[in-house]
DNA sequence: TGGCTATTGATATGTTATAACATACAAGGT
DNA sequence: ACCTTGTATGTTATAACATATCAATAGCCA
């Protein structure tokens, strides 16, 4: 799996085919993508980068959806829920899925410089966590992986 | 690596030497172990839970060492800068470091029924997040890796 | 002693997140 | 068309987490 997010790409064609990808898992599980939560899912798609909650409140509310903490949670919150956003930990802030459509245990690289982030996958049961859960008689239900560092562009940038 | 928290085992013992190390630290390294902060590593080292800033700062100004959310965040700050103590990004809380004398990238199994912690080892340069930063060219400077689930014990009390 | 640095104390503020309650609106049955 | 049910939104308030700033003080050491 490449980490998108450090890498040139056709963005424009990422924020379409996200969106329409969420478009299709809603009709396919009946879930509702009202104007908000799709405005928000577009408004993340455009970065490759982690928006906090009331950044991302602070765009919805230019444009009239909506203008109290609660809007932008709860757009998130389904965003989560549906798998079409992931929350990083280690900034509080909330990112676009890139895998949209598979089930994935994401990790991320988060670039402490420029705040790009890309996710990657990982496979948390298996290696030296999978290890110590198993011997410790623990049932892992959900991981976060995160590293944080510098993405090639401002590891050059700092040579 | 055992992942200390879930077992049993003689805690105020745990509790000594976990001071104790902390005290040799500071003297090799020429830091400042003052009160707030002695009692703050003391405060983390009596749970095997991870404690919100604030919950800190209700036990230190119970006892006069502070009442101001700057006097917690100073104290954990240097535990962390230290070594002593770790932040559990995933709980925004921190937890005192059961490996205190040895470098090591943390991670941690959290029982989202109890609340309880344990703190185990990582190599995140290795395994799948190291390939992927690998591929990209990013540079690992700091891993987060968390799991989410059940305890041994709820585990039980569950089924 | 004097000057430097780290620490503390105090106040204010910024940021992230949720609780609680009211209202609107869509979908499906009658 | 009318009502019911469930989902979504609007609104206000507050909880929880974190930092900025500045003045006062303590420890260090030249």
């Known amino acids: 799996m490449t980490a998108l997010g450090f890498t040139q790409h056709d963005h424009a064609k990422c924020v379409r085919s996200g969106l329409a990808a969420a478009e299709a898992q809603c009709r396919a599980r009946k879930l509702r993508l009202t104007p908000v939560r ?41 965003l989560v829920k549906a798998g079409f956003a992931h929350k990083v930990e280690a900034l509080n802030a909330y ?38 859960a198993e011997e410790a008689g623990f049932l892992i239900e959900r991981t976060v992986v995160e590293a944080q560092g510098l993405c090639p562009a401002c590891r050059k940038a700092a040579a």
Chains 1, 2 share one sequence.
């Open 38 to 78: 799709r405005r928000a899912l577009e408004i993340l798609l455009s970065e490759h980068r982690a928006l906090g909650a009331y950044d991302l409140l602070a765009r919805l509310s230019e444009e009239g959806l909506g203008s109290q903490p609660p809007v932008a949670y709860r757009a998130l919150d389904f």
């Open 95 to 132: 990112l676009a899925c890139a895998h949209l459509g598979d089930d994935h245990a994401p990790a991320f690289l988060i670039c402490r410089a420029c705040r790009s982030v890309a996710e990657t996958a990982t496979t948390p049961r298996q290696g030296r966590l999978g290890a110590a």
